[in-house]
């Protein structure tokens, strides 16, 4: 018998080999986009060019959402602005009025984004209220963090969303200082300043609700007798989880703002925005769970609903480009008993406030007033 020729050997070896590069090909690409969504980043992005600044009135550039209706921040590196109603639109232009020049100066040119935390990484004193900066203890070390003074026994505990900061608080501080209540904004493990975890990675709240605990613990040790947990984005997932976990902490009430109450669906929306196959986005979920270690059943809230028995004021805006709206509307339904909702359109990802205040505050005060 005949041995198979070297070139046939050689195309054996390579369709056995198929298989296995499938597999590191695929488990590499995962990897990559798994990084989009657990690897911290602190820098900031500019997407808008300034391209004329005329009276009240400046000309932007980019982006997707700069004629979103109501009001809201334009932060630049070393500036901010809050703009007003859009005046006009061109082709691939939005020009809008701009109500105040916070700091710094607004010139064509300037690269900004548009902020709906209005004023960038600022502190309370930008709302005029006083604060004091603290530093929270815990396990991992001490995490800085702001607090304004009130009146009342309950406390208010901030959780900005993913790769966020406390400024997102300052829409409604104002709001919730009428009260009386004392607001303690926080920062949580992997944030600029902050701690980091064991690995580096965020866990989209699996753990990160253990620095929520060490808030509550923080303020009860300062006099609160209750506790108000107030999350925006993955905020929105961290206070939830840190609800279930902790279920003999006096917490009156949570207040979401877009929150992410079920990870598959955001991770596939933007796998969908980024062009990435819907197989990849499940192998990329995959991975995640195994480099974090968290679990995609353990972190969707609205899978364990039922284990939820304090209320909770939700708000969803149609036009969220970033986290799907169905997961939060399927938990109000489940438990309308608990649930408030208040369904926006046209603010985007935590724009409810910015496309009516209003409303966004009158709702606020009636939960905050039931608690």
């Known amino acids: 018998m005949r041995a198979n020729p070297p070139w046939r050997r050689r195309l054996v070896w390579a369709a056995a080999g198929m298989p ?14 798994s990084g989009f969504v657990i690897d911290p980043s602190h820098s900031s992005e500019y997407p808008l060019e300034v391209t004329a600044v005329e009276g009240d009135q400046v000309t932007l550039k980019g982006g997707t959402d700069t004629a979103a209706p109501g009001t809201y921040g334009l932060t630049w590196a070393d500036g901010n602005a809050l703009l007003g109603s859009v005046v006009s639109t061109g082709v691939g232009t939005v020009t809008r009025k701009v109500e105040k020049v916070s700091r710094g100066a607004l010139r064509p040119g300037v690269r900004a984004f548009l902020d709906r935390s ?25 995490f800085p963090a702001w607090r304004t003074e009130g009146t009342s026994s309950t406390w208010v505990i901030a959780v900005h969303g993913r790769n966020g900061n406390a400024a997102e608080a300052l829409r409604v501080l104002p709001t919730l200082r009428r ?14 300043g902050a701690p980091a975890g064991p690995d580096g990675k965020l ?15 923080y303020a009860r040790r300062q006099g609160a007798e209750s506790v108000v947990l107030y999350g925006w984005s993955m905020g929105g997932s961290i206070v939830p989880m840190a609800v279930r976990k902790l279920p003999d902490e006096p917490i ?34 995959w991975v995640i769970e195994r480099r974090t270690g968290l679990s995609f059943d353990g972190l969707d809230h609205v899978r364990h609903a039922r284990d939820f028995s304090i209320p909770a004021l939700v708000f969803v805006d149609s036009d969220d480009a970033t986290v799907p709206v169905e997961p939060a509307l399927e938990f109000a339904r489940s438990r309308p008993d608990l649930v408030t909702l208040v369904h926006t359109k046209g603010g985007g990802h935590t724009g409810s406030w910015n496309v009516d205040p209003e409303q966004y505050e009158g709702a606020v005060r009636t939960f905050v007033s039931g608690l």
């Open 20 to 33: 296995l590069l499938s597999v590191i090909a695929l488990g590499g690409a995962g990897w990559y986009y």
């Open 118 to 142: 209005l004023w960038g990484r600022v502190r309370p004193s930008a709302v005029g209220v006083p604060y004091e900066d603290v530093t929270v203890p815990s396990p991992l070390g001490a």
């Open 179 to 192: 009260f009386g209540m004392p607001v303690l904004g926080i920062t949580y493990r992997n944030d600029a």
């Open 203 to 217: 866990h989209l709240g699996a753990t990160e609700w253990e620095d929520l605990a060490a808030a509550i613990t």
């Open 252 to 285: 009156k009430g949570m207040i979401l703002d877009s929150p992410v109450l079920d990870w598959r669906s955001p991770i596939a929306y933007g796998g969908r925005q980024m062009g990435v196959p819907g197989f990849l986005v499940s192998v990329a979920d």
